[in-house]
């Protein structure tokens, strides 16, 4: 399990761009023209974390297997795309099933690259997409809520109780608000996640930036989009550069790159620990000689649902989990001395899985 994105935003805002150089592919046609993504765009990566490759090191692993992001890019979205404008409203469906929206914004000036508006405004370009977010679930609400209303009269229970949902979420919608601010008990809570809803979607704003201002303070498009967001996330990133370093061969090269231009990491590796924390995520290890493995999981998983991750065996005949922190892995130079140093512990049912914990699960069944 990792965690997938859908990437939206207006056309020539960099979106194609920012996905070439996170997937480190050519796949998205990046061009100064409209509506350039055709089909959508599906690419998987491995998520960068230094902790893996350090303990397989140590423990001398043969495979190094990553957890998973998923990126899905969509055709420019503008205004008027949820009544058919553009290509954009074609896909909205392809990102419905993501856990998260990448929303990319323009965030610099460059005469040589067109606007469809005709000039750079971030907040007007947020304000575009999302309500056309909010006009598209609008209308599958809407249609939803025709189409089940019958069957509701019929005396149907669990209709009922989708259809009460989506009249709480309709009121919402009509009054111009997205679905999320919907005011729901927690029974209802689980039909409105089950409705797949655009404007339900935590939202990661992601600023796009020209390779001169990616270091320097905020400019005011920048800080226009953070005023704009509230408590959403904002990541600034120049999707110039992560093109570039998309472009190296090797991992000394990119870091080579990294610290000529006085960086600490990439843009995805940003875009990345802000999604984790945006959706409540955390990472724990298998480490063994054959493979070092990450596992996503949701903060606060107990020992036995985390094992389930692996293989639902696992979770079902759980006796108990061995555990070493990661740091405690690391600074005892691998399993054995960290036995020895008292530093493995066996956790039972109740135990919450931590971010990085080294786990090894007995099972019976």
Request: glycine share 8%; with cysteine.
């Amino acid at each position: 399990m990792g965690f997938n994105c859908g990437i939206v935003g207006l056309p020539n805002v960099g979106k194609s761009t920012l996905f070439n150089a996170l997937t480190s592919t050519a796949q998205a046609e990046s061009a100064n023209y409209p509506f350039c993504t055709i089909e959508p765009n599906v690419g998987r990566i491995a998520v960068p974390d230094a902790r893996l490759v350090e303990l397989a090191k140590i423990a001398g692993s043969k495979q190094i297997l990553p957890a998973q992001l998923e990126f899905v890019d969509i055709a420019g979205i503008v205004e008027g795309a949820s009544k058919g404008e553009g290509l954009g409203n074609k896909f909205l469906a392809n990102i419905r099933e993501t856990d998260a929206i990448l929303h990319v914004v323009r965030c610099f000036d460059n005469d040589d690259i067109t606007h469809v508006s005709g000039k750079v405004d971030p907040v007007s370009d947020i304000d575009v997409i999302e309500t056309e977010l909010l006009l598209a679930d609008m209308e599958s609400v809407d249609n939803r809520i025709q189409n089940l209303s019958k069957k509701a009269k019929a005396g149907d229970k669990q209709t009922k109780e989708i259809l009460e949902v989506l009249n709480l979420v309709a009121d919402v919608l009509h009054s111009g608000h997205p679905a999320k601010e919907t005011k729901v008990n927690e029974s209802q809570r689980l039909i409105l996640k089950q409705l797949q809803l655009l404007t339900t979607k935590p939202m990661l704003y992601v600023c796009n930036v020209s390779e001169t201002e990616l270091l320097n303070e905020d400019n005011k498009y920048v800080l226009s989009v953070k005023k704009k967001a509230g408590n959403s996330p904002v990541v600034k990133i120049s999707a110039a550069i992560e093109a570039e370093i998309a472009c190296l061969d090797s991992e000394e090269d990119k870091r080579e790159f990294l610290n000529d231009l006085g960086m600490q990491s990439t843009g995805l590796d940003l875009v990345v620990r802000t999604g984790y924390e945006l959706l409540g995520l955390q990472t724990y290890f298998t480490i063994g000689p054959k493979e070092a493995r990450a596992w996503t999981i949701q903060k606060g998983t107990k020992a036995p649902a985390a094992a389930g991750v692996i293989h639902t065996d696992f979770e079902r005949g759980f006796i108990c989990a061995e555990t070493i922190s990661w740091k405690d892995y690391i600074e005892c130079e691998g399993e054995q001395k960290a036995k020895q140093l008292g530093k493995l512990r066996l956790e039972g049912k109740d135990y919450a899985v931590q971010d990085g914990d080294v786990m090894h699960f007995r099972f019976n069944v």
